[in-house]
Structures are given as structure tokens and as C-alpha cells.
């Protein structure tokens, strides 16, 4: 079973930018596409990013096209997620999470990222 790790939150300003890192282990996460949710506050989780297993797709939604870049180095097992323009409303508990047969994965503990105005 392949255990995630997020890491690399903070506060930070907007405007500010932060990188995200999930490290996997257990097992790969090559053949996995991965991707980044997040979840506020009093709020469902949503989906962030995508990023097929090749990293030759990507997907974004549309609250944060233009700003996050979702990668991925599969030699070292690890999937990142640049953040730039970082806004308030981007404040959440972010997770990366493997796509299976049935969704999103659970994903690791998460990492607190919060944005102040």
C-alpha cells in the first residue's frame, strides 16, 4: 500500500508563492495518476490538480489555472505543486491523492497552506 506524505505549507502573504512535495513510498506511484485536493475550512475537498502518469497531461481546476503547476519525478517517487499568486481564498489543508478504480484516494495528513491578506 503506497503511503503519501505531503509537505512544504505555510504562511505565507498573497501574492506569495509556495511548492507543495508528496512523497510516496510502500510501493510507486508511476503508473498512478496523481494529483493535488484541498479542503477548507467547513468545506468539501475539491480537486486542485491533476497530473497523468507520464506527466505528459495535466488538469487544473478553474480557480487556480494560470497560477499552480502540477509535476511529478517519478524516479523519486514524488509529486509536486508550484503555487504562485497565492490568494486568501487558497487557504486549506492541502492532499495529494492517487486516482484508483474508485476516485481519489485518501491521500497522506496533508499540509496547512494559509494565505493572508
Known amino acids: 500500500q503506497v503511503r503519501l506524505v505531503e509537505s512544504g505549507g505555510g504562511l505565507v502573504q498573497a501574492g506569495e508563492s509556495l511548492r507543495l512535495s508528496c512523497a510516496a513510498s510502500g510501493r510507486t506511484i508511476s503508473t498512478y495518476r496523481m494529483g493535488w485536493l484541498r479542503q477548507a475550512p467547513g468545506k468539501e475537498r475539491e480537486f486542485v490538480a491533476a497530473?497523468?502518469?507520464?506527466?505528459?497531461?495535466?488538469e487544473y481546476a478553474d480557480s487556480v489555472k494560470g497560477r499552480f503547476t502540477i509535476s511529478r519525478d517519478n524516479a523519486k517517487n514524488t509529486v509536486y505543486l508550484q503555487m504562485n499568486s497565492l490568494r486568501p481564498e487558497d487557504t486549506a489543508v492541502y492532499y495529494c491523492?492517487?486516482?484508483?478504480?474508485?476516485?481519489w484516494g485518501a491521500g497522506g495528513q496533508g499540509t496547512q497552506v494559509t494565505v493572508s491578506s
Open positions: 497530473i497523468s502518469w507520464r506527466g505528459g497531461n495535466t
Open positions: 491523492a492517487a486516482y484508483t478504480a474508485t476516485g
